[in-house]
Each structure stands twice: as structure tokens, then as C-alpha cells.
């Protein structure tokens, strides 16, 4: 077993983020594998943003990550980590920002090496900086606005919702804060958030006994630091329904909606509100509500999913990635690309069945089937070593023992009364921030402020029941006025 | 166990290597000891037990993809179909399904290219029996009517539409629509838009392409994780066993050679950066002699993040954000093709000169060997360091498995590439990467000066 030198979390035994400042922490899952994964998690992001330099986190976690060190260009660290065939992954969230490598033990001690001096000892080259810095431009106003019009939604969602919080801006930051960063930025952001209060080491694989206590003692040449303590105040209330339309020409509508809510893994609703996700709509499965009403019996679109955690690039990924932790989640609903004419339509639905599950509940069986899921499905989120890392550490920042444990433990005491109680206090269909990218933003205003119907077009015929059903869906209030919906044309989104 | 009564395997490989604690011990890259059988009907099972505890990747491999779809106006179907799979049986309703899925804590899904159809579901390991029993229902009892039929090709138009605001998919559209003119990697595995819309009229089609190809000489079975050999084999006798046979085999139109270079330019309607896409008509995918792996090699030299010409558009002078490429592998002769995405429109035409002249100049003058050996490490760690849990083995697995239904082609193709020389290069780029075989396409949010 390894001894660390500060704090060790191993094997699902948690600590809570409020620990001192005593050095980094350690989570250890040491096996027999020829393949050892590194995680070094400083948990500092976006929300620590000085409020006019919105990306500053992000894009020194860029720089980091994507740049030469003080002895070596980023050509000849490329050149060095090719023959490994790895790399330094780096992504930034709002509280965390994590380094991910993943070599053969082989390697171990060159790939280390080159981690270790890339985060401890940066180049802060010009060059480097010009490059990463347009790369994050072109990421926000090619990859993301331009060509991504469902995560455009999903990211504008949350950015609606923390309007005026430290969550309210893109992790990326905007064009114009980008155009005015300088080097200097940087490095003072390095300075005040790389510490060692801020970081969380995670180890797994076949490494030598004595690694740990080595990265660590590295490690230690961080200032010590004091954890990042961004306050984060109550997002602001939802008074009623509110949409914002981003007018894209583009060939069908992306919707996404939600409402902040006050469960994060940890907190006594969460494996309720977890089970009631699950089974409205389960990411990128077909067992889900949304998906079953709306695409399987509608074919209105192709997919139709539910989360309380942030889960970006879902059109990607089939699971979510570890280490985008946060104190603060959102309830959220997420269509994909409808057909213009059954917009109004597909937004009524998926509202009709939030409705429904809040109102009416689950019934014993779909809680049963739900539970069972997620008990089982937890093996899946953790099938690798790297993934079961990433969740040790999640863990230890949300003060829980390994995920695993936490939920089966959480889920075998949870009833179906739980669940019930749980959508009625912390969910409603009323009180939404709704965001839709489309090409006609005024028809769709219009449709959707008129009072008129919003009704579905068919290529096949439906049970009566279906249409019947219908006829509800399509004039189910949505509370919409014409001063409730904001028409933002796309050029503008993530500039200023 | 076998309580249908057949024959026992027609063939048994009982393949073992030792699983190496260093990458570069002798012995074959693919660490795995796996069993490789045929059944009777033509159905292959190959089972690959792991040390990754409790979980089970199950891959079922369909050997048709967009290749398949021959009939012109029918383009899709394949894909479509990988829909159709999710709607149902006798036994199993489509709801039904779902929810054994869901007390499986299973993640299932299914992907179609243009070669194969995949279905593949991630599971505890105490529902293998349960799952490759439903799997055995709906593969061959897929009972889909009409207005269910109707309603999911809305569903693969829904899928059309979310990937249409991407402008790298209309360039994929429009390459292979200018490279090819006879063979059916003409379409994408989407299809073309007028044939997705028209789907919804060809439900007696869509039975047809069922009877072709969901028979067990198409399928390959794919069994990885916490498991036994012999307990799989008998669960699937159990099954599958009795599945009929077909006869059909298409056939898929040849291309003729290229008559010379081709160009096309897209004008994207909203804002975009540029991109050129350079291709080259490649050969089919080969692990009996060593040209995949020497255009995959010449791939990742050219265009790989260490090479001279990313290191100089990217790095340097910051033309490019980004520089991929991406070598031939498929059943038929497809395209060699390298996209860049350019900052600056005005910048494309010099940027096309310069992924040309790089490619010219690698037929012409020999890699160094040192570069070459280290290109070889680096593809050796990649493929191990890729089987990191028991989903990505049978994932990996499943890619070879549909071009030669045998995880020993991962075996053959590493030998290949472990036995390069600079001069297999230099003559595999002559003979494919010539200005007869290129095709250029560019993308911009107006029309690029040519």
C-alpha cells in the first residue's frame, strides 16, 4: 500500500474538500494493469474567472495542457510523447480543471516526466499562447456556435440560468475577454489556483509502490495555497416560462430546457431525483420517457434525454466524463433537432411529460425496473480504470464514499414515495428557462405566444389514442408572452 | 449444453497468446487468449474472456453497411435498419425490451458504417443468458409493422437533421459523391437526403434487406469480460442454433479507375471556417500483404501532430486549427483523405498546394528509418493502451472482425506494419497517391477563389 506524504483517499475511502491545506491529496487505485492513468484535478475553473476576463481558467488550463515547457517547445514534447502514442488531455469545468494522461507502465517514468514539467515548469511562449488562444476562438465561434447547434443550446441554457452568478458564462469565456487576455493573465491565474490546496492527485494501474509518494513530493514545489472558496449565490428565480431564441440559419430546431435545482451528489434528494432522470430519460438510451413517447411512437426527432448533472458533449459520448464536478446543478431537458413544423409541437410534449411525472409520479414497477438499472449501470460508468479514477476523485469533492457504494447504498433505502416527493419539491414545468436555435425565430415566437395550437404532422397514421393525446399536447399552456421570448441572432452569442 | 441438438462446432480455434507485461515482449499484439467457432448455420462466436470483473461487452457484428445498399433510390437502409432493430418481436415488444434492458442495467446501442452493422450492449455479467437470448429473438423474429416502420424513419431523418448543421458532414456527403460514381461508398451511411425522405414508401424494401442480410453467415457474435468460453457457446447453441441460413450476395458495383483529378466546392450557408479535403482513391483493406498498413503509416507521417507539414501549418505559422487524415481500411478500395480546417479563406489555395506537394514529396523521397520505428511504437502502445476495459476490446475486435471475422487480422495487420520499410512506403504512395487518383474538396460560408 502506498504511503503518501499528505493525505491519501484510496479504495472508496472519502474525504471531504473542505480539508486543509495540507498538502495535495491522493486518490490511489492501485491494480496489476499494464496501463497507468494519471489525474491531476485542481479544483479551480471558470467560477474563479475575474468577472472581466470570462475563460481566463479555461485558457490557462489550455495553455498548460497544449504548450512547450521551460525546457522543451511543444514540437519536442510532441515529438516525445509520440512514440508513447499518449498525450496530456486537459479540460476545464466550472470548479475543476483536470490534466488526464494515460500510458503503458513502460513508459511511465518519460510520460511522468513530461506531465509533471508541462503543469510545474510552463514555457509561457508567445507562440504557443497565439495558437492556443485562436484555438479556443475558433472552438467558440466554429465548433461550438457554428457547427453544434444542439450543444450551443445546452451551453446557452446554463448560461441563461446562471446570468449574473459565477456559473453564468461559458467555460470558454467570450471572443472579445479572449482578444484581451494577455500572458501575463495567465500566469497570474497559475499563480493564485495552481496550489497545492487546490489539487487532487489520481493515480490507478500498475505504477511502482514508491510513485505516489513521489508525484507527490513534486507536487509539493506548488504554493501551498488556500482551496478556491468562490461564494456562489442562489441562481436568480424563474419567475414564469422564459424562451430565448438564437436565430441560426440552419435546417431544423434544437430545444433545450431546465431550472436550476438544489441537489448535487452528496445531498439527500440526489439518488431520488437520479431515479426520476433515469427513467424520464436516460442519456443516450432508449428506456427513457422522452425517448419512448416523443421518438419512438412520434418519430418526432432522434432522441429525447433528462439530467441533473452538467453532461457536455453528449452528442459524443455515450457516458459522462468524470471531474466536471459542481456545487451548483441544473434539471434539464435536452430535444434533439426537430423538423420546424413540429417544434412547438416536440417542446409541448417533453413539457407534458415533465408534467406528468410530477404530477402523477412513478408507479411502484417503473421505480422497481429504474432502480435496478442504475444499481447495475454504475458498473458500466466505471468499467475502466480511468473512469473508475475519475469518479474516486468526484468522490472525494463531493465528500462520498466511492460512487458505486454511495448510490446502491443510497438506492437500497430510497422508496418510491422518496421519488415522488422529491419531483414535487424540486422540479415543475412552469418556471423554465427554454432555449431553441432556429432559422425562423419570429414564426416561432409567434407560434408559441399566439395561444394557438402547435400541432404535429404525421407520415403514418396514429392510434387514437395518440391523436387524442395529441390534442392536449398541442395547446398545453405554456405561458408564454411576447415579452417572455428574446431573440438573440447567433453572430452575437459568445462575443462580448 | 445443448438442447437444440446440432452438430457441435464445424470449427474450434482455440487462438492463445500470453499476455505481455511490456508491450514490445514477442508474441502477437492482441494479448488476448479467445475462442473462435462456427456453427453449423454459418454463425461465427468468438469469446474473449478478461480480467475486468462483472462486466460483459457483447458486440454483434452485421456484415452490411452502406456498401450493401445497391438498388439505386435505396440508399440509408442499412442504417435505417440499425433503427428497426429497437422496434421489436413477438416476444419481446419494443417496451418489453427496453425494460429487460433496463433491469439489466445494460447500456445499449448500435452503430452502421459502410461496411457493417454493430450491435453492442455493456452488462452485468449474471444477464449474459438473458440478453443473448432476447438478442436471438429480435435477430431473427424482428416483427415490425407498418406504422412503426413509418414512424422510425422519421427518427433516421430526426438523425439526418442533427447531424446536418455540421459542415464536415456535407463535406463527407460531397466527397464521396465526386470521388465514386459506380460503387456504393458513393453515399454516406446516412444516405442521401432524397432517399431519407422517402423512406417512409419503402416498407416492403426494408423487409427485403432483412431477409438479405440479418442471417447468421452475415453475423458474428463477439463475447467480452467475465466469462467462460464453454458456458457462452452452449448459451448461444441455445439461441441461435436454429437461425436459417440465407443465400443472397450482392452485387456491389466495382469503380472503375480514376480518369483523372476531380474538384468540387460547397458554399455553406452560415458562418464557418473553411475546410479542403484532399483524398486519394486508396486500395481495399489488407492484412495478406502490407498496403493498409503502409498508407496508415503514411497517414500519420504526413499529417500526425509531430509531422513537418502540421508542425509547420499548424504550430508555425498558425494557418490550420486543425490537420487529420485518414487511411483506407474498408472491404472495398476506398479513399485515402486528409481534412484541414483553414483560418483564413484566403489561405486555401496555398494550403491544398501544400498537402499536395507534402504528398508528392513522400513518394518521392524515402522516410528516414528512425522516424518510421518510432511511428511503430507509437501505433503498438496505441492499440494497447486502447484495450483499457472489456467495452473497447470487443470494440477494437469488432472493426476487424467485420472486414475478415477474426480477431487473428489484428495479429496479421501488426505483423505488417511491425515489418515496414521506408521503401514499401515510397511504393505504395506511388502507386496511389498520384494526381490521376486526387480529389479535392473544399468547404467555405462563400465560395472559395480557386
Known sequence: MIRPLASLLCLGLAASMAASAAGPRVVALPSKSPLVTIRLVFTTGSASDPAAKPGLANLTGAMLGESGTRDLTYKQIVDALYPMATTVHVYSDKEMTTFVGQTHVDNLDRFYGLMRDMILHPGWRDDDFARVRDNTVNALRVSLRGNNDEELGKEELYNLIYSGHPYGHENLGTAAALAGMTVGDLQGFYKAHYTQANLIIGLAGGYPASFAARVTKDFSALPAGQPDSVTLPAPAGIARNQLTIVAKDTRSVAWSFGLPIEVKRGDPDFASLLVAQSYLGQHRLSSGVLFSRMRELRGLNYGDYAYIEYFPRGMFALEPEPNIARRQQIFQIWIRPVEPANAGFALRAAAFELNKLIEKGMSQADFDRTKTFLSKYVNVLTKSKSEELGYAIDSAYYGIPAYGDYLKAALSKLTVEDVNRALKKHLRADRLQLVAIAKDAVALRTALTSGDPTPVTYVTAKPQEVLDEDKIIERLPLGLRAEDVKIVPVEEVFEK | ?450
Open chain 2, 1 to 450: 449444453m445443448r438442447l437444440t441438438g446440432f452438430t457441435p462446432a464445424a470449427s474450434v480455434l482455440c487462438l492463445c497468446a500470453a499476455v505481455a507485461s511490456s508491450a514490445f515482449a514477442a508474441g502477437k499484439i492482441f494479448p488476448y487468449n479467445y475462442v473462435q467457432e462456427d456453427l453449423p448455420n454459418g454463425l461465427r462466436l468468438i469469446t474473449i474472456p478478461t480480467d475486468y470483473r462483472n462486466i460483459v461487452a457483447l458486440y454483434i457484428v452485421v456484415g452490411a453497411g452502406s456498401r450493401n445498399e445497391v438498388e439505386p433510390g435505396k440508399s440509408g437502409f442499412a442504417h435505417l435498419f440499425e433503427h428497426l432493430m429497437f422496434r421489436g418481436t413477438a416476444e419481446y415488444s419494443a417496451e418489453r425490451y427496453q425494460q429487460e434492458l433496463s433491469s439489466a442495467g445494460a447500456a445499449s446501442n448500435a452503430f452502421t458504417t459502410s461496411d457493417f452493422t454493430a450491435y453492442h450492449t455493456t452488462f452485468s455479467k449474471e444477464d449474459l443468458p438473458r440478453i443473448l437470448s432476447m438478442e436471438a429473438d429480435r435477430f431473427q423474429h424482428l416483427s415490425v409493422d407498418e406504422a412503426a416502420y413509418k414512424t422510425e424513419t422519421r427518427a433516421v431523418l430526426g438523425e439526418f437533421n442533427k447531424n446536418s448543421a455540421n459542415p464536415q458532414q456535407k463535406l463527407y456527403e460531397v466527397m464521396r459523391a465526386t470521388a465514386f460514381r459506380a460503387h456504393t461508398y458513393r453515399h454516406t451511411t446516412m444516405g442521401f437526403l432524397e432517399d431519407v425522405e422517402a423512406m417512409p414508401n419503402e416498407y416492403e424494401y426494408s423487409r427485403e434487406f432483412y431477409s438479405r442480410y440479418y442471417r447468421p453467415e452475415y453475423t458474428t457474435i463477439i463475447v467480452v469480460g467475465d466469462v467462460e468460453a464453454k458456458k457462452v457457446r452452449s448459451l448461444v447453441d441455445e439461441r441461435w442454433g436454429v437461425w436459417k441460413r440465407g443465400d443472397y450476395k450482392p452485387q456491389i458495383p466495382a469503380e472503375p479507375p480514376q480518369d483523372g483529378p476531380r474538384t468540387a466546392n460547397i458554399d455553406w450557408p452560415s458562418p464557418t471556417l473553411p475546410f479542403v479535403e484532399v483524398a486519394y482513391r486508396g486500395p481495399a483493406f489488407a492484412d495478406e500483404s502490407p498496403e493498409t498498413a503502409a498508407l496508415d503509416a503514411t497517414a500519420r507521417l504526413l499529417f500526425d501532430h509531430s509531422a513537418p507539414l502540421y508542425q509547420k501549418l499548424v504550430i508555425n505559422e498558425q494557418k490550420l486549427d486543425s490537420l487529420n487524415a485518414g487511411p483506407p481500411d474498408n472491404l472495398d478500395p476506398e479513399l485515402f483523405g486528409a481534412i484541414a480546417r483553414v483560418k483564413k479563406e484566403s489561405d486555401v489555395p496555398q494550403v491544398t498546394k501544400e498537402i499536395i506537394a507534402a504528398i508528392e514529396e513522400f513518394a518521392a523521397k524515402p522516410v528516414d528509418a528512425k522516424t518510421l520505428e518510432a511511428l511503430k511504437q507509437h501505433v503498438r502502445y496505441e492499440f494497447v493502451l486502447r484495450m483499457s476495459n472489456s467495452e473497447a476490446i470487443a470494440e477494437s475486435v469488432a472493426r476487424f472482425v467485420a472486414l475478415r471475422r477474426t480477431p487473428e487480422a489484428i495479429n496479421r495487420y501488426f505483423d505488417f506494419y511491425a515489418k515496414l520499410t521506408p521503401q514499401d512506403l515510397q511504393r505504395v504512395a506511388r502507386q496511389y497517391l498520384t494526381e490521376k487518383n486526387r480529389t479535392v474538396v473544399t468547404l467555405a460560408t462563400k465560395a472559395v477563389t480557386k
